[in-house]
């Protein structure tokens, strides 16, 4: 979300060389997606205490759910319209949601070039995408606001999965380049859903995909 919203950023700037993936600490950082060698880049802030046990403390059924291609423009609209189909309860906190899912649009759409954008608010309960893998995308932003993050790590071999396995903080935007976008020279950067499976958790996640021409999408 744009500053002042409901995370905070925290930590300096740092390259993890071994897995490809930088961290930032602010919204403009975002874009150094772009430098050759950058396979993924966390964007590290922390949830508002307030806002992490409103959400944490909602019944599954409010969480809001959105599957559609919009312009950036359109995302707050669209995320309103899905608390109110939940019932997600009004107040602060919603509107922070709601605040920050939009300024993730405006700030990715901007650094992708993205006239349009797939936008999804997933309400996760088991193992959706568990294997590892990269996605056939330009790229994509993910953000978690409840639940365990996105894990990555690094292939030592083709295809194989990661023996060392990162996991993105809760509510901190994880940026992933995707097969059509490859970093140079490629990390082997590899990412998954966290199995949740039998556990009870219950998670929230927002993914965008950039999208040129949304009838090519249909």
């Not at 965008?208 to 249909?218: Q, R, S, V």
């Given at each position: 979300?744009?500053?002042?919203?409901?995370?905070?950023?925290?930590?300096?700037?740092?390259?993890?060389?071994?897995?490809?993936?930088?961290?930032?600490?602010?919204?403009?950082?975002?874009?150094?997606?772009?430098?050759?060698?950058?396979?993924?880049l966390?964007?590290?802030?922390?949830?508002?205490?307030?806002?992490?046990?409103?959400?944490?403390?909602?019944?599954?059924?409010?969480?809001?759910?959105?599957?559609?291609?919009?312009?950036?423009?359109?995302?707050?609209?669209?995320?309103?319209?899905?608390?109110?189909?939940?019932?997600?309860?009004?107040?602060?906190?919603?509107?922070?949601?709601?605040?920050?899912?939009?300024a993730?649009?405006?700030?990715?759409?901007?650094?992708?070039?993205?006239?349009?954008?797939?936008?999804?608010?997933?309400?996760?309960?088991?193992?959706?995408?568990?294997?590892?893998?990269?996605?056939?995308?330009?790229?994509?932003?993910v953000?978690?606001?409840?639940?365990?993050?996105?894990?990555?790590?690094v292939?030592?071999?083709?295809?194989?999965?990661?023996?060392?396995?990162?996991?993105?903080?809760?509510?901190a935007?994880?940026?992933?380049?995707?097969?059509?976008w490859?970093?140079?020279?490629?990390?082997?950067?590899?990412h998954?859903?966290?199995?949740?499976?039998?556990?009870?958790?219950?998670?929230?996640?927002?993914a965008?995909?950039?999208?040129?021409?949304?009838?090519?999408?249909?």
């Open positions: 979300m744009a500053e002042g919203g409901c995370m905070t950023s925290m930590r300096p700037i740092h390259a993890a060389t071994k897995t490809g993936v930088l961290t930032v600490t602010a919204p403009s950082e975002i874009a150094l997606i772009r430098a050759p060698e950058i396979g993924g966390v964007w590290r802030r922390s949830p508002l205490p307030s806002f992490q046990t409103w959400i944490e403390g909602l019944p599954p059924s409010r969480l809001p759910r959105a599957r559609v291609i919009l312009r950036p423009a359109a995302a707050r609209s669209v995320v309103t319209e899905a608390c109110n189909s939940a019932a997600t309860p009004e107040g602060p906190e919603r509107e922070r949601l709601i605040d920050d899912v939009a993730l649009a405006d700030i990715f759409a901007g650094v992708t070039n993205a006239p349009w954008l797939r936008l999804r608010l997933d309400v996760v309960t088991g193992d959706a995408c568990r294997r590892f893998h990269v996605d056939r995308v330009t790229a994509r932003l953000c978690t606001y409840r639940g365990t993050g996105t894990q990555y790590g292939s030592d071999a083709d295809g194989a999965d990661p023996q060392t396995i990162h996991t993105v903080p809760t509510g935007p994880f940026v992933v380049r995707g097969t059509l490859p970093a140079q020279p490629d990390p082997g950067l590899l998954r859903s966290p199995p949740i499976e039998g556990t009870g958790e219950t998670r929230l996640m927002l965008l995909d950039p999208i040129d021409d949304p009838e090519e999408e249909a």
